[in-house]
């Protein structure tokens, strides 16, 4: 009897220290908490924080079968020592969690009060607003469709960092390598943007008008100039190309640790249940971060339209927009180097290792010879024209310096073969002519050599002959 009572103590004692250590936990919890704005209200679900373990736990739950088995003091003790030791570790990650969220949406607190309305006419007393020309307004109302989508555009970019990326560094313990494949440049972008936010911010508070919360932006041209001219255009260019050029093998990488991970699967669940987040999942945050650059354009096409030619702000946004469009041509270059790289060494790796020919010069080209120092400028299916008259189906490489073709032999790509005429032909010193009376085909003529060769290839379209005859022209002159 003596032995119960002194267990039942043991208990109650063990039992109160847990109630004034998850005390202090909500303590903690509690004072990390200040009034949110109406986008950063959590969800019920995000006071449970406990990422799941890469391990089963060894905490068996308060079932009566279990419980029946085994009721020593050690047992209860033991038990009971490791589901405080569990709260106090989840009450620390609560404590995390908040003041992720409230670094993540605390410097936006005043900037999504001020961004919060549909439009700046919104923002500004009606009398003010009724003294101002239609065009006036309009233009005020891109100017702060801009500025509203350049804080929307930082806000994603933080989810990503501080929500995705570190969660995945703390939480699922990933390493850098597999985050920076999925959030490739993501740090720079951070930078960039909270750069270009806090100079659009600063042309903000310098247009406030007097005894009102409202502003007016008489100019904003020099500031975009400044923006996309450069240093920062270089930096644009190089974050932008590398992170856009990334973006299929991001996604690809997301969709296969998601099929086969459970703890990354209970990892995204969490995170986007809450109401920070907004169910912004991986692939859309990278998505809308790819589409940003591409709508700086159209934005400051349309504050022209309601800009004066004989404003100053039309000059400098004139040239803002060339700016912007001649970095996000650099951007296109960029992703479509990125995938011509990918697509020839997956041509390499369809390419029969044995696989060997001659070319014209007598030099041989191998496997290994498509990756040296070669770029893909483009590939597709045509027909070479034997002795005979016959069209026989190639897949042709226009590479930097050489024209070659293959064809398919047990599932694998060789060297094509044509009446012992050679099939990779450089580009120096050749000749590409239209066939007479056939507007699919063109002729490819080895000149410079004693005796010169033609090979007369056909594409399945009159378009598509033109493409590769200017294609095959353009390398010839870059050689």
């Known amino acids: ?267 995204i669940r969490k995170k986007m249940s809450s109401s920070v987040v907004r169910r912004l999942g991986i692939p859309e945050c990278i998505l809308l971060v790819t589409q940003r650059i591409t709508k700086y354009p159209v934005l400051l096409q349309r504050i022209l339209q309601h800009t004066k030619e004989t404003e100053k702000d039309f000059e400098d946004l004139t040239q803002a927009l060339q700016l912007v469009k001649d970095i996000i041509a650099s951007v296109d270059n960029k992703v479509n180097e990125h995938e011509k790289k990918k697509r020839l060494k997956e041509i390499y790796g369809r390419t029969d290792s044995k696989s060997i020919t001659r070319m014209k010069s007598g030099q041989m080209f191998a496997r290994e010879d498509l990756l040296r120092s070669r770029r893909l400028l483009h590939d597709g299916p045509l027909q070479l024209k034997n002795a005979a008259g016959r069209l026989k189906d190639v897949h042709a490489l226009l590479l930097s310096d050489v024209f070659l073709f293959f064809q398919e032999k047990d599932q694998k790509y060789v060297f094509a073969s044509l009446d012992q005429r050679a099939t990779v032909i450089s580009l120096q010193k050749l000749i590409v002519r239209e066939v007479a009376h056939e507007e699919r085909g063109l002729f490819l003529i080895t000149a410079g050599i004693a005796n010169p060769e033609m090979v007369e290839v056909h594409a399945s379209s009159r378009e598509e002959r033109n493409t590769w005859m200017q294609l095959i022209q353009d390398a010839m002159h870059s050689v």
């Open 1 to 267: 009897m003596w032995i119960c009572w002194l267990s039942f103590s043991f208990y109650i004692l063990i039992f109160s220290c847990q109630l004034i250590l998850m005390l202090h936990v909500i303590l903690c919890a509690a004072s990390t908490l200040r009034e949110r704005p109406w986008s950063a209200i959590f969800s019920p679900e995000e006071h449970s924080v406990i990422v799941p373990s890469r391990r089963p736990t060894s905490i068996m739950p308060f079932h009566s079968s279990n419980l029946s088995k085994s009721m020593s003091i050690n047992n209860i003790a033991m038990l009971v020592h490791k589901h405080i030791h569990q709260q106090v570790l989840s009450g620390f990650n609560v404590c995390i969690y908040f003041n992720i969220y409230n670094r993540l949406m605390g410097d936006f607190e005043t900037d999504v009060k001020e961004l919060e309305a549909d439009s700046w006419s919104l923002t500004v007393d009606k009398k003010y607003l009724k003294q101002l020309k239609k065009d006036v307004i309009k233009r005020q109302d891109i100017i702060y469709e801009l500025i509203q989508t350049e804080m929307h555009h930082l806000r994603t970019l933080r989810i990503m960092s501080d929500v995705y990326s570190k969660g995945l560094l703390t939480d699922l313990q990933l390493e850098g390598q597999m985050v920076e494949k999925m959030f490739p440049m993501l740090e720079d972008l951070l930078e960039l943007h909270s750069f270009f936010f806090s100079a659009l911010q600063e042309r903000k508070k310098e247009g406030k008008l007097e005894g009102t919360d409202g502003f007016i932006i008489n100019r904003i041209g020099d500031v975009l100039f400044s923006l996309f001219s450069d240093s920062n255009a270089e930096n644009m260019k190089k974050i932008y190309g590398r992170f856009c050029s990334r973006h299929s093998e991001a996604v690809n990488f997301y969709k296969e640790l998601h099929a086969r991970d459970k703890h990354f699967q209970a990892f």
